[in-house]
Nanobody
Framework: QVQFVESGGGTVQPGGSLRLSCAASGSIFSNHAMGWYRQAPGKQRELIAG???????MYTDSVRGRFTISRDNAKNTIYLQMNSLKPEDTAVYYCNAHIGGTPLFGSSWGQGTQVTVSS
């Protein structure tokens, strides 16, 4: 069974930092690129950072230079280090496996983790 468990969200002031974690089922993790998505109120869910099984990374323009995605293959976990947070980063953050940005398990999203950036 496919399962994603996100954690680490919270409320921070602009300029602050958070580190998100996502634990994924072992069979998913070892075979696929993984990504962090986010969904802001009233907007569609979007891929913001991805990492291949070999460690190559990609970022959307809105987070490049501020966010860092990484993975721990031994723990079947990916991370998102978020620095210099802005109010526009406020969203629910999710993870999933993906191919070219398209989530592979679109019917098995986790509960997500809420990130709120506010003064």
């Amino acid at each position: 069974q496919v399962q994603f468990v996100e954690s680490g969200g919270g409320t921070v002031q602009p300029g602050g930092s958070l580190r998100l974690s996502c634990a994924a089922s072992g069979s998913i993790f070892s075979n696929h690129a993984m990504g962090w998505y986010r969904q802001a109120p009233g907007k569609q869910r979007e891929l913001i950072a991805g990492i291949t099984s070999g460690g190559s990374t990609m970022y959307t323009d809105s987070v490049r230079g501020r966010f860092t995605i990484s993975r721990d293959n031994a723990k079947n976990t990916i991370y998102l280090q978020m620095n210099s947070l802005k109010p526009e980063d406020t969203a629910v953050y999710y993870c999933n496996a993906h191919i070219g940005g398209t989530p592979l398990f679109g019917s098995s999203w986790g509960q997500g983790t809420q990130v709120t950036v506010s003064s």
